[in-house]
């Protein structure tokens, strides 16, 4: 096996007086999609927000392409070659959709065959380029979340609840996008609730509980073992995706 | 790739107010004119009163539209901004008396260069001034409101009682340039030269400011930062870098401000700041924080009423201001114009 793209090794973060991640220890290989799943609150939007350095682990270390980054500050760590798609979105309401991309393109004007291939992912997007982001509808601003993180070929895309609180034509809209930059090559660690769309994305999959990773292993394997996903998060994949 | 659904929303037909309302508060300006027109009734000195009122908004917009970017930016409430109005008023005058020569000479040409140096030494001193104050005072109280009010408050009164000790306790007066003394008259109603300098020099200032935030790249950075820090960040951007660079550039303007509030009043107090500091943040709080062209629509507002209440109902016009700023906030509690913040 290649070196991973991603280490976490044993992260401890706290925010104000609660202890959120307990020692996580992770592993996302090159290439695929690598799934954090977990029921809520157990730490998988902590683990990747102390990943791009919006909260900061206070122990163990984060190694990304061999890089010691948990102490860098966040914009030093976005430059390695992270792309992160929040959970809130973090969409500038008050620019239109072609500023927010403008921003998002940090080493220049963005290559205009991979504003074709954006456009292709999420056509909308074309038709509302001169709007202000806030008027646009939840789906969409979810697709320019992602479409900012597509601006430029990342090493690694951190990614956390795409398909949150949407419509099914949205939710296979995003699935298909996402497919779409797996299959070019590109390594992912996604949070994901929705497990029908988890199951047809994941590579790998690691399952939280109590601000650690109880779980690792491939993704087809818990898909198909409901007593596993049972005692994992104390539900059944199947059960959840209908 | 399979393209996504392409989207086709029913639009709902907007009414003539739904599209007005994005501009209401610019047609306050023009409404607060007309209304001021029929309270004085007297068309030459409304005209004076307007033109007036519009030099006098100018330069507050001058001096707050650094300050509600710092607030929108980093969240941090400087109360020592009054201080690079007052340092800058100091040091351009200072400047401009020592070329008494060309100021004293009745060739707009030679005025205008002792302007513009005492314009260019007043904003490097302020803008120096700034970068000094966000290091030792600000950046240490990120976060925190109650300590930014309190160090910042006292970084103010050192400002003060250091342009004591260099230029002295007395009120500096003085005379403008030769050129920029008395007043044009249109028909019955007398425009000092100077106030129609001040609105020119104001336009200019939105027009710059709107073009750097409009059309460029650190524009962009900065408006993006005022409404979501922490996402300007994880797109790969130093947004403390961008802060410093708009509290130096906020300083900078509060400086230029300071020299015109200065030429305006024709003396200057080491307080003036101090003093000019209500009226900033009356303007910031209604124009809505972090947002420059509230700003600039609040500014106006606040210098076009408190003339035409000087003129009409003098023992108003210590309360005008805090009345305009009380029926705004409930129009609008967050400002004329207000930004969208991320939660």
Redesign the interface.
Known sequence: MSDPILKIEGICTNIAQYHILQGVDLVVPRGGVTMLLGRNGVGKTTTLRSV???WRAHEGRILFDGQDITQL???AI??AGLG?V?E?M??????TVE?NM???A?SGPIDPARLD?IF?????LK?FWKSEA?TL?GG?KQ?LSIA?AMAEERKLYLIDEPTKGLAP??I??MA??LK?LKDQGASILMVEQNFAVAKALGDTANVMDDGRVIWSGAMEALANDARLQEQLMGLSMEAHST | MTAAPEHAPTMARTTLRDRLAPYAPFLLVPALAVAGFLAVQNPASWLTLTVSGLAMGMMIFIMASGLTLVFGLMDVINFGHGAFVSVGAFVGISVLLALGQMTGAPSLGLNLLAVLAAVLAAMAATATMGWAFERVIVKPVYGNHLSQILVTMGGLIIAEQLIIVLWGPEEIYFTRPETLKGALTFGDAAIEKYRLVAVGVGLVVFAAMRFVLRRTKIGLIVRAGVQNGEMVAALGYRLRLVFVGVFIAGSALAGLGGVMWGLYQEVITAHMGNQAMILIFIVVIIGGLGSVEGCFVGALLVGLLQNYIAFVEPKLALISNIALMVAILMWRPMGMIPVVKAK
Do not use: K
């Open positions: 791009i350095g919006h500050p966040t914009a976005a430059r992160f929040p809130d973090g969409i500038f309401a008050d620019l500023e403008i921003l998002a940090i291939w292709a992912a999420f056509p909308p038709t806030g509808s969409q697709m900012r034509a949205i296979s809209t298909r996008a779409d």
